[in-house]
């Protein structure tokens, strides 16, 4: 009679875990459906999961998978010409010699100068700045400004002076005391005859148009 008595309670006992491992695994495989699917980091980050707390870049995301997706960048675009806010020493040398710069595109597509002459004769405008070639008939080309620039910080050109021995140096105020320069002149020091003054651009003391 005992044991007639424990044959059925063993047998609720065994539905009841089996029961449990169902819910158990209809809970899992529910969890798992609502776990939105996704496939990169702009996906990622609209379903609400983890973004990286480090300073890492580019960020990253991870999904409750244990995914992780890194944003992905956009491939810089080169500056337009003229739009940079920083004259082009080569663009600048060519039309203070008598040149006049023309862009034009490579057989890549990429843009190029081409410093022309009023004898018809061109140049290549870096090619030209560095002494390689230039006008058939003109004099020889004046030597390149070779002043510097510190690139200090400021907010104002009463900010940047001309520092060095020979005044060569385009630099804050704040960096005048801690300036040493050898004492020597040259002709491409001169920055008035290059029409260059040293002023503050883009928050940068340097020589300027």
Known sequence: ????QKIPTMVIVIAFLFAGVIGVSLLINYQRAAIKK???YEECIAAGYKISENYIYPPRCTSPEGQVFARESPPAEPPASGNTGLANPASVYCEDNGGTLEIRKDESGGAIG???FSDGSECEEWAFYRGECGSVSK???KEAFCGESSYGKC???DDCVAGGCSSQICLSKNEQSDTVTTCEWADCYD???YGLTCGCLNSKCQWTK
């Open 191 to 193: 920055a008035t005859s």
């Open 1 to 4: 009679m005992a044991m007639a």
């Open 155 to 157: 907010t104002k050109n």
């Open 38 to 40: 996704v496939t990169n």
């Open 114 to 116: 081409a410093c022309v």
């Open 139 to 141: 004099t020889p080309a």
